[in-house]
């Protein structure tokens, strides 16, 4: 059972809960009840698009007739087109449509398009059959003939509104827009019998609304839009936030509203003792005494072997098939299949009642008029030992071992002959987890380098039954892309070796299983690893609610849940752990804002071993208790628990030699399992050519590059193969490489990437001409700036190229990139001295300290003789990026300087990173010293 609740286009064109009857639309006048809103020349000459939004009821007896009256201007050629067709939806086996008028108003002339002989088109389509929902509904459609930009539509039709399901009883509920929705005039006007004991409940947000009497009817009248609504915060309850509503009915209370739908949901008779239903109860009854598990037997059955489909057809909204025809057919709605579980529990001696709820508004419930389209959803509470259970047919996954959980609804109303009033749904612990990861993370082969993994995951209830359909897909392809996504939430990036997915009927736990290969983890700070482990359950628990605003003190945090995580994590560390350290905390057993975290984490033997675990509860944090619980989150987040690696970890360009290689060895094994699973594939050759790239293998990574580009050419591939060739000192094929690239995608920046190869080898003036060719198609002139003074310096005309720049930073005063690159240029090429070091230091300033500009201020000090100041400016840049490699040669190049004979050490170790830089330097005329 879905109510419908009015959105701001359904206030516009259509009625809540329609109620009709014919297939076809008629074609009458007015209700003479109806009072018309004038529209003047003025009123259409300006303002919003929407010129009259009336919306009037009347109430008579067991009926709502509903009048609607729209009136809109096509403004524009995209209006023509989009609003140029009219619509309109009814379920015929309930009422009719009637449709009272379609004008156009144009220079003060009014065209009777239905005078015209324009009659609606009907559809026949189920709009949501794909969403497993037969709504009944017919849609009309009329293209409006003649219509230009710059006229006024205006329709109006009629629909007589009532539910056979509620006898005499009557309801009528219309969303309220409020402001900045902007309508010229808008109203909604509500009238009844003055005798009739008629309720009714506006808002929130509407104050002065009050009924009028008028030729024996009383009147309610909300005038539209309404003022614009405060802002709320985000993590408020529902009830706060929740949609303006006029509601109009003839329920006095909860009581009744319960009463009307009761003769609908008896089930005397309704299983055939004979039949396969009650086959299959006794069979549950000889199978066990058990209540409780007799309930979580008859509730699998509900909602394994019978699908979910709504049926809004012959009284739908309210009126449930048949157990025995739910049965047969094998599927059903929420009423269809909680009335057959109720069935079926009542046979088996258990009490139980159905009880309606809203799926997502269930605290606003209380404070709504009573009627049943407060609800839009069905469920059934058993009464057990004294235990209320509350049983969804249409979710999935429900066992013995989780029947117990409360699901999120707040409040529900039992359907009962004698009546009820609202009861609330009392939220219990959770008796396990709804996931549970194990998860071993290899990292001896180094901080840098790809970790090897295997984890198992375990999915109960609802999240393993998403599971299922993965489960029994034929395809193994497909089967490996749902694990693939799976486990990059998991672990980040990386690649399946090895998987499987299972799925256990009984106790409705899905499993899966990988093994793999994901990127580094580790993020470094300061020349310092540290790796946040993946997976934790705690990781991405935030309690940070914005109450600042005043109007908002007094506002209730709604918490997320129920839900509850558990994750063991075993990460191997290199090194055997040796200067490995924990931080934050490893022991934890906190309660926040209704989240229960426990933790335990135990470093020794080289592994360091965590256990986590987090449940939370759907509550509200009372504005009293924000504060403190804040405080306790800030003060849980600060202890994040984190791994930090010593500063002497061999990091991935230092390893060599055969100890090394046995070391990566796995690594290596790993990628060539992964290209030999899928030979075809590219991405795996370039997975393995950047891991190869990081320890220095040059010659590997370019027969990886190479194969890639074989099966998949792309521009990144070839610059990467290009950059390759040239550590291997074939600038020729490296030129040829980037013209591929360009050729491929002929972009002004890839163009310049050519200019810049070009000049390495020698092609200096051609390379100028390609840059000069491309210049002017760059909308923002940096990277050719940059791209030009650098060849004018390798061309011997420095000073030109230091005109550009300065011109450039004029364009761009204080911009910390330009300065940067300034302060290299007249460093490097020994140009503009006197204004240098100030360029430098204010690049530095700028530029937060990063490493890279660190390095170009050591240039110049370097050039200046100032040794200390350009060490200290490069152990500084090295100490957050060890792995840079013109800074390790620099510094090299002044200890030896300084007569620091280690720094010959430096030098070979930067020239094994980047051979190249022996050729860049001496251009500069920074000579590396000789063995």
Known sequence: MRAHRLGLLAVLMCSAAPVLAGDEPLYQSAPTWVEPIALSQEDMAGGPAVLLADGQKRIDGSRVWDYRDIAFRIDSPDSLASAGTLSASWIPDKGDLIINRVEILRGGQSVDVLAQGARFTVLRREQQLEQRSINGLLTATLAVPGLRVGDVVRVAYTTVQGD??????????????????????????????????????????????????????????????????????????????????????????????????????????????KGEIAGRVEAIMKKTRDPLERAAAALRIVQDDVSYLANGLDGGNYLPQKPEETWQLRYGDCKAKSLLLLAMLRHMGITADAVVVHSSQGDSVPQLLPMPADFDHMIVRATIAGEDYWLDGTAAGTRLSNIG???????????????????????????????????????????????????RVELTGALGSMVRSWVSQPDEAYRGTFVDNFMDK??????????????????????????????????????????????????????????????WRDIPVQMSGPFGFRTSVKVILPEGGEGYEVRGREIVDTEIAGTRIKREAVLAKGTLSVEEELYSSLMEVAPADVSAEKAKAARFSAGRLSLRAPENARRQWELSGDKDRKRLAPIEDAYAALIARDPEKA??????????????????????????????????????????????????????????????????????????????????????????????DFEDQFAAVVVKA??????????????????????????????????????????????????????????????????????????????EDALADLNAALSNAPGLANSLFMRGIVREKMGDRGGAKDVDLALRMDPTLSKTYARYGIQAPKD
Not at 406 to 431: C, E, H, K, M
Not at 504 to 523: K, L, Q, Y
Not at 842 to 853: D, H, L, N, T, Y
């Open 164 to 273: 056979q399901a509620l006898g005499r009883e009557v309801q009528s509920i219309d969303g309220l827009p409020a402001a900045p929705f902007q309508i010229g005039q808008g109203r909604v006007r509500v009238s009844w019998p003055a005798s009739a004991p008629i309720q009714w409940r506006a808002g929130p947000g509407v104050d002065d609304a009050q009924p009028v009497e008028q030729g024996g009817f009383k009147v309610l009248e909300v005038k539209l839009p309404l003022a614009e609504r405060e802002d709320m915060p985000p993590d408020a309850p529902p009830r706060y936030i929740r949609q303006p509503l006029l509601q109009v009915g003839s329920f006095g209370s909860w009581q009744e509203v319960s009463k009307a739908l009761a003769p609908h949901f008896t089930t005397d008779g309704a299983i055939d003792p």
């Open 790 to 867: 650098q060849i004018l310096g390798m061309s011997g005309k420095a000073g030109e190229g230091l005109k550009l720049l300065e011109k450039l930073l004029v364009e761009r005063p204080g911009d910390p990139e330009v300065l940067n690159n300034l302060c290299w240029h007249m460093s490097v090429w020994q140009v503009g001295q006197d204004a240098m070091l100030a360029h430098c230091t204010r690049a530095v300033e700028s530029g937060g300290w990063s490493p890279p500009v660190l390095d170009s201020r050591a240039m110049a000090y370097f050039r200046l003789g100032r040794l």
């Open 405 to 455: 959980e409360v699901p999120p609804f707040r409040y529900a109303l039992p359907i009962r002959p004698q009546g009820s009033d609202l009861v609330p749904l009392v939220q219990r612990p959770l008796t396990g987890p709804d996931r549970t990861i194990e998860l071993t993370l290899d990292q001896s082969a180094g901080v840098d380098l790809p970790s090897l993994y295997s984890a």
């Open 683 to 776: 991405q795996p050759y370039l997975d393995r050519a950047t891991f190869r790239s990081g320890i220095l293998d040059w010659a590997g990574a370019l027969e990886d590059i190479d194969a890639a580009i074989a099966i998949e050419p792309s521009v990144n591939a070839l610059f990467s193969r290009a950059n390759l060739l040239d550590r291997l000192g074939r600038q020729d094929e490296a030129l040829d490489a980037v013209r591929k690239a360009f050729e491929l995608e002929p972009t002004p920046a890839n163009a310049l990437a050519e200019a810049q190869t070009m000049a390495e080898i020698g092609d200096v003036g051609e390379a100028l001409e390609l840059v000069d060719t491309y210049e002017d």
């Open 490 to 551: 998991l672990v980040g990036d990386g690649s399946v070796l090895d998987f499987s997915v299972s799925y256990n009927e009984d106790t409705a736990r899905a499993v899966i299983t990988a093994s793999g290969i994901a990127r580094p983890m580790w993020n470094f700070e300061r020349g310092l690893a540290r790796e946040y482990l993946p997976a934790m359950p705690s990781s991405d628990f935030t309690f940070a609610p914005d109450r600042a605003r005043k109007a």
